[in-house]
């Protein structure tokens, strides 16, 4: 067999066949970006309705009961069938070549973490479909609200068990993969930094979403056993709930920003032609991100009326977390600087990251501070915040990376123009979209209302524009990628100049089976 | 296609940017304090903005030159560098001091956003699903305050009024300069008492009591809105406190304390079915309408509908009951704690003879009241 791999042969059935019983990396990395892009556009039509509905004051298109249906699957959906997937297909595809390993550690395993998701999906899909229609209690999920739901709660209960049950395999396999399967050489400080990411952030999940998988337990005895977790009728809180949600729900938001940050750490360097600036103190950084992750969840809930010992604890822990995120973008930035940049498609979305991100850390800040949160908690504000670090920081950084590696992945180059098209009008309409809810949020407009007072309508509107702009603009990526997989300029084994990974010394597109003989290091 | 698309965006944009003109509010900041936290809190805003700014235009003024003079487009040569430690080392330790500088002033206000000791009046705020209860408990009275937009208005059947969304039946009513302790609490699910101009924000956790104080310096009406998630109506459980000088305020004290004897003077009265039927439609379009809907026929299958059902042409035990105590794990919620023997029997009797429902029964008071024993 070993004979047979070395000679590149591919061996695997043929058809929908392939695709269902496939144990290769990169296959399951094509599966999970595919799959994650289908979810991006589901949920991103959720979010069209949104914006539609909010369009204008009064009640247009959705009753309210409906409307609070979209925002919670706009954001589970996003979450956990949008980003992390996406996160996970890169991955796979890319550990296994950027550490010169055959493979990963654990194909078998690999192939059921990613199948499973299919099921959740249509369980969260479905859900708008039964009586009662679909979750609507928030993304949050908090008690006694989606105690109150129909049988769309328990599907969604089961929806998160299946994601959960899957990303803790696809860590346990990034992991073993990252410990085991190094080329000779590949020291842990030689290791690309997406790699080193990644692997701080399979930790993350490991640690983290086991608690997910308690709550979501207990909501679901609450709901048909009379457990009275969450019910202080029975002796329960329903503010537990909350601190084992945010105790997951805080890594989370680090679980899709630090392998952002790793992409965006590999393509800057590659068109700046300089090597990273501050390598060792990148993955210091990142490791100390992820432990201060794990101790400011309780900044989420500032109004639940903690005492004040708590909030201050978790005011300067989180206002702690700005210092190593401080590092990073300034290690960017001296990337950048003396380099010999070039502005090619995914350059473009990591500057865009790097400028947008930094403004979502800086309303971060704000944020942190308890007396100001206390007004802009669960107000649109909020909102912008966490779509300027989501959409511009972890989705920037997914497009950035999949137009750096689409050569790599198909053997052909993606069409330039059209690249910088999306690019430019993403960033135009994403800022047209979230800039003013800035604006909507201090002066006082709460969040998942489906109707505003009048003096909310300006902003409102120019929102909706942007969001329908933003949303149309998403189409183009779509196009690029089928046009780039269905043909197009060749791609050399290694079309960015500045690159020096080792996936760039394979062939494009990257063999069925690649480092059957391990790579040297130097 | 792609130009076509452009110049609607674009045609959209100018629509919007002139109804931005024509409004002429497009209010970018916090609205005006009206307590002396709410003054704080905003000026802590603006100190960290101004911070902000300033780091800001240091990190992309770096950006942008470096964009502009560092490209190989102008034949710039990449230079070899990769790392600092002096460097490195300045910009972890600047941050860092930047931070204490703002945690300091923050860490005062969170102090004396807590202290609720020494307070003149207390008023226990409740919220339900969707509307808000102040209970004066130190008077002796209390009341619901629910919104007063007409449906119309919502449907835009009607054009919207000044303070479309922000208005009620009842307001809550507190003197100025005098230190007002909320105890805030909530009936069903978790909801949060929000004034911006007070900058006061609190969760209402059904089951528990948490406690938070303002004091007004100007006679006026504040507005703000439930701010938590709490079901279908989360947008429409609006909250005004108008605020009052105290010589107008111990009027009010006054006429609410008539209102609320003659209300109990009237609670053993026997009344006719009509009177009754009148009287339980409004408790009704007040309290059922908005899930059950205006005819009865309900929301299929969250809200059941009562025009026809079951439970209210059956016997009126299993009414009394689910009406009085809810319906665990739904949003029917427990009316004998919100409402008044009276509106408990007048709603039951309207529901009973309404629409296709003619069972003619009429239900007295004294039914409710002993139940409540």
Redesign the interface.
């Known amino acids: 067999m070993e004979a047979v791999h070395e000679h590149g042969h591919d061996h695997h059935p043929s058809g929908i066949m392939r695709w269902i019983t496939t144990t290769n990396h990169k296959d399951i990395g094509t599966l999970y970006l595919w799959f994650s892009l289908i979810m991006f556009f589901f949920a991103g039509s959720l979010a069209m309705g949104i914006r539609a509905e909010l369009f204008q004051?009064?009640?247009?298109f959705f009753?309210?009961?409906f409307f609070?249906q979209l925002t919670t699957m706009h954001g589970l959906i996003m979450v956990f069938g949008a980003i992390m997937p996406a996160f996970v297909g890169f991955a796979n595809w890319q550990i296994p070549l950027m550490i010169g390993a055959p493979d990963m550690a654990l194909p078998r395993m690999n192939n059921w973490s990613f199948w499973l998701l299919p099921v959740a999906a249509i369980l969260l899909v479905v859900s708008f479909f039964v009586?009662?229609g679909a979750a609507?209690?928030?993304w949050t999920m908090?008690p006694?609200?989606f105690?109150?739901g129909?049988i769309s709660g328990d599907m969604t209960i089961l929806a998160v068990h299946i994601l959960g049950i899957s990303s803790i395999m696809g860590s346990i396999n990034i992991i073993t993969t990252v410990m085991n399967m190094r080329a000779p050489g590949m020291t842990m400080m030689k290791m690309p930094l997406f790699v080193w990411t990644w692997f701080i952030t399979a930790y993350l999940l490991i640690a983290v979403m086991p608690v997910l998988a308690g709550a979501v337990t207990m909501l679901l005895t609450d709901?048909h056993f009379d457990t009275h977790f969450f019910?202080?009728?029975g002796g329960g809180?329903?503010?537990m709930f909350q601190h084992i949600f945010w105790f997951f729900g805080h890594p989370e938001v680090y679980i899709m920003i630090l392998p952002a940050f790793g992409i965006v750490s590999t393509v800057i360097p590659a068109f700046?032609?300089?090597?990273?600036?501050?390598?060792?103190?990148m993955v210091y950084a990142t490791a100390s991100i992820a432990i201060l992750s794990m101790i400011v969840w309780a900044h989420h809930?500032f109004?639940?009326?903690m005492?004040?010992a708590a909030?201050?604890f978790f005011?300067?822990a989180t206002?702690?977390i700005?210092?190593p995120t401080?590092?990073k973008?300034?290690n960017w930035?001296?990337t950048?600087?003396?380099?010999?940049?070039?502005?090619e498609t995914p350059m473009l979305f990591s500057?865009g990251f790097?400028?947008l991100f930094?403004?979502g850390g800086?309303t971060g800040?704000?944020l942190a501070?308890?007396?100001?949160d206390?007004?802009l908690?669960?107000?649109y504000y909020v909102v912008a915040h966490f779509h300027y670090v989501l959409v511009s920081g972890s989705l920037f950084a997914i497009f950035a990376g999949a137009y750096y590696w689409l050569p790599k992945w198909t053997g052909h180059m993606y069409n330039e123009t059209l690249g910088k098209?999306h690019f430019w009008l993403s960033v135009i309409g994403f800022n047209?979209t979230f800039f003013p809810q800035h604006?909507l949020g201090?002066?006082?407009m709460?969040r998942?209302?489906?109707?505003?007072?009048?003096?909310f309508?300006?902003?409102n509107?120019?929102s909706s524009?942007g969001g329908?702009?933003f949303g149309?603009t998403q189409l183009i990526f779509l196009f690029v990628v089928i046009k780039c997989i269905r043909g197009g300029a060749k791609a050399g084994n290694k079309p960015w100049e500045g690159a020096d990974t080792l996936e760039w010394t394979l062939p494009s597109p990257a063999p069925y089976h690649t480092f059957a003989t391990p790579p040297v290091i130097k | 296609m792609m130009s076509n698309l452009i110049k609607k965006i674009g045609g959209g944009l100018a629509l919007a940017m002139f109804s931005m003109l024509a409004h002429a509010e497009y209010a970018i900041n916090f609205p005006t304090p009206a307590t002396e936290i709410a003054r704080q809190i905003y000026s802590l805003h603006t100190i960290t903005m101004w911070i902000i700014v300033g780091i800001a235009l240091v990190v992309y003024g770096a950006m942008f030159y470096s964009i502009l003079k560092h490209r190989k487009s102008v034949g710039h040569k990449a230079a070899n560098f990769h790392h600092n430690t002096m460097v490195e080392v300045i910009w972890t330790t600047i941050p860092f001091l930047i931070l204490i500088g703002m945690a300091y002033p923050a860490t005062k206000t969170v102090i004396a956003m807590k202290d609720t000791s020494a307070s003149d009046i207390t008023v226990k705020v409740t919220g339900y699903q969707w509307k808000w209860e102040y209970d004066y408990q130190q008077d002796g009275f209390k009341f619901m305050s629910s919104l007063s937009t007409p449906r119309d208005q919502l449907d835009s059947k009607a054009p919207k009024g000044e303070h479309y969304l922000l208005e009620v039946d009842n307001p809550m009513v507190v003197p100025v300069g005098k230190k007002i302790r909320v105890l805030i609490t909530a009936n069903d699910v978790i909801h949060a008492w929000w004034v911006p101009e007070l900058g006061l924000k609190q969760d209402a956790i059904p089951g528990f009591i948490r406690d938070d104080w303002f004091k007004i310096d100007k006679p006026g009406t504040y507005r703000g809105q439930c701010a938590e998630l709490c079901g279908k109506d989360h947008g429409y459980m609006p909250i005004v406190v108008e605020a009052m000088e105290q010589a107008d305020y111990d009027k009010w004290v006054a006429e609410q304390k008539a209102k609320a004897a003659s209300s109990s003077q009237d609670a053993g009265k026997v009344y006719e079915l009509a009177e009754l039927k009148s009287m339980g439609e409004k408790v009704y379009v007040a309290n059922c309408a908005g899930c059950h809907q205006a005819k009865g026929e309900g929301m299929a299958p969250v809200f059941p509908a009562l025009d026809g059902s079951k439970i209210v042409n059956g016997p009126k035990q299993a009414q009394f009951a689910i009406v009085m105590d809810g319906k665990e794990g739904t949003a029917m919620p427990a009316f004998g704690k919100q409402l008044s023997d009276t509106d408990i029997a007048a709603v039951i009797t309207f529901t009973r003879n309404a629409w296709g429902n003619k069972t003619g029964e009429v239900i007295q008071s004294s039914e409710i009241k002993a139940l409540r024993k």
């Open positions: 004051p009064g009640l247009q009753q309210p009961a609070n009586p009662g609507a209690g928030g908090y006694p609200l105690i109150q129909g709901r019910n202080a009728a809180d329903p503010v700046a032609r300089k090597p990273l600036f501050g390598y060792a103190s809930m109004s639940v009326g005492p004040a909030q201050l005011m300067y206002m702690l700005a210092v401080g590092v973008v300034f930035l001296a950048m600087w003396q380099g010999s940049m070039t502005f500057i790097v400028a930094t403004l800086f800040v704000v501070m308890v007396p100001v206390i007004q908690q669960d107000t098209w047209i604006f201090l002066a006082g709460p998942r209302i489906p109707d505003y007072a009048l003096q309508a300006d902003f509107m120019i524009i329908f702009m149309a």
